[in-house]
């Protein structure tokens, strides 16, 4: 504890630092007023149906990433996932269209180029989501609008409001990566993630100490322990950054090894980090729109859209285990490129023993990188899954989504990167950092630049 004061201490002691931190928490305390900011023509007290709505299913994600701003009707309602999908699109042509791929190249103007893009983009994608959310407003609290106003004058006015709201939201988080302390647009995700834990976390306790007949207490104190594991893999998942010896790849996929020198290739365990499942999530939200724009949220004729629309349902997450491994070796493959890392070896006159360079050291890398990726794959789609396990278990769905998948993953690999540019600062300074010993280990990012 008197450690723990003292680095309070030391931050405040660092002006630059101490800046950059109260910046962050204004514009946070910002992104937080907008989230309770009602869209014009709305009442507020008659958005009931609205909020028994984002209970449950993916609604709840949705409700959950934007911190409340979906169940409010609020000017933020859309959050930040738009930008998050269209860095998602501009990733992938960035993969398999030429002139993106030209565009990474280029450094600092290609990649100014790829956020422009990307911003486009983001617009297009909330000219669709805009109204889809109006009209699932419109059915689901038809009282709600204000008498006299036209719905068409309605639906126009929110939809620039709410793509408005949503580019700001991108802007405040660019303000925070460049004048605060962290990566921005994570930090806004996170928050609007941990706004929902103290309300989730309370009902679960009134409902096990209010059940005594389903274990009360006792099944409570095992949720937190289960809790407990569960965020313990995804620190591990999260700082599996471990660079992989030669002799080990060799003897687990043949070759001799190098007898007397610990030699390293520059692999990663998890390379990946949680960008699989941000991706994945992201083409889940796809069916509520779909159903949306179809019905009105009128789920009821659309059986197997309504089933990819409950993230508790065996064909949402087998959907979605299958789309986190599809993109885990997606993204493996964009982060890491066998060919490049065998071209940099050659010109740094680097090879591995037993291994000719170019296209069979290339070959070598591809071979164990697959090798590596699939287990990596199969834990993070458990992980991602590990809410639908709780719900087996009478956790209350809005408490369950803290036992894994995106929101979990998100929170700890925030938190850690966070704390990672808060000790750098310090030590930069001759301070002590925030632990004794070693160092913290974050992730270059769970969202795209």
Known sequence: MKKFIETLKNIWRVEDLRTRILITLGFVAMYRFGSFVVLPGINPNALTALHEQTNTGLMSLLNMFSGGAFANASIFALGIMPYISASIVIQLFAFVVPYFQKLQREGESGRRKINQYTRYLTIIILLFQGPSYLYNLKYQTAGALNEGLSWTLFMVS?????????????????????????????????????????????????????????????????????????????????????????????RMYGGQQVGGVRQYIPLKVFAANVMPIIFAQAIMFIPITLLQLASGGQAAAHPVLMKLSDHT????????????????????????????????????????????????????????????????????????????????????????????????????????DTLQQIESHLLMRHYDGLLSSGRIHGRSGITAH
Do not use: H
């Open 158 to 250: 929110s939809m620039f409001i709410l793509a408005a709201g949503s580019m700001f939201i991108l802007w405040i988080g660019e303000r925070i990566t460049d004048k605060g302390i962290g990566n921005g647009v994570s930090l806004i995700i996170m928050v609007g993630i941990i706004a929902r834990l103290p309300q989730a976390f309370g009902q679960e306790v009134v409902s096990r100490l209010n059940n005594l007949a389903g274990g009360g207490l006792v099944m409570f104190l095992l949720e937190l322990l289960l809790l407990f594991v569960v965020i313990l893999a995804a620190i591990m998942l999260v700082q599996g950054t471990r660079k992989v010896p030669v002799q080990y790849a060799k």
């Open 313 to 416: 349902s065996v064909l949402y997450n087998v959907v979605f285990a299958i789309l986190i491994i599809v993109f885990t070796y997606f993204y493996t493959a964009i982060t890491l490129n066998p060919t490049q890392m065998a071209e940099d070896m050659k010109r740094n006159n680097g090879f591995i023993p037993g291994v000719r360079p170019g296209k069979d050291t290339a070959d070598f890398l591809d071979k164990i990188m697959d090798r590596i990726t699939f287990p990596g794959s199969i834990f993070l789609a458990i992980i991602a899954c590990m809410p639908a396990f709780a719900g087996l278990l009478n956790v209350k769905p809005e408490f369950a989504q803290f036992f894994g998948g995106t929101s979990l993953l998100i929170l700890v690999g925030v938190v850690l």
